[in-house]
């Protein structure tokens, strides 16, 4: 395996990642603001109050984006294959 090779499918994973864990990330940070806003604006500072709401969001992110992550990573992983059948000769 070549160096350029290498570090070809090091960025592609690195990638990947970002776009398997953006949507959760900026979810969670979206909702975390505007439950923050509200805690601030009600002044209740109970810490459930922020947990259940980013976990649920979360989560259904989550199931909604999982056909696209599960198209993502099964393309990474046959490429990798490719690749690897092709280092190999076989």
Do not use: H, N, W, Y
Request: proline share 3%; net charge positive.
């Amino acid at each position: 395996m070549s160096q350029a090779m290498a570090l070809d499918l090091v960025t592609k994973a690195f990638f990947l990642v970002l776009l398997l864990a953006g949507p959760a990330l900026l979810v969670s940070a979206l909702v975390g603001l505007v439950v923050g806003i509200l805690q601030a604006t009600t002044q209740i500072q109970d810490q459930m109050i922020s947990f259940v709401p980013k976990i649920v969001a979360v989560f259904l992110t989550l199931a909604l984006c999982f056909p696209l992550f599960l198209r993502l990573m099964i393309s990474f992983t046959q490429e990798i294959m490719a690749r690897f059948a092709g280092m190999t000769g076989g």
